[in-house]
């Protein structure tokens, strides 16, 4: 199982997951339960405490009352942020 994200511009959608590695994440998703569009602007910690700024929207990955992940757009490639279970909080 993978994400498929479509670009509004008509670029090619891009597939992650889907039977290669994409992150920690693995290459099957279907331990995804809990997920969502968090707002670019967003203000998030990784696991070392380190702040992050979303300068795109990204989607908030979670297994449910376990680890969790931010997924953005970032220099023309989707990368992986590794999170704890708590959501990300908006500092606008």
Sequence with gaps: MGIAIVHRDGKAAALLGAGAQFGNGG???DWLGIWYVQD??????DLTSTPVRLHGD????????????LVYFERGRYKWLQRRASP???VR
């Design 27 to 29: 290459d099957n998703f």
């Design 88 to 90: 990300a909080v908006s």
């Design 40 to 45: 670019k602007g967003a203000f998030s910690r």
């Design 58 to 69: 990204a989607l908030y990955l979670e297994k449910e009352g376990s680890a969790s992940a």
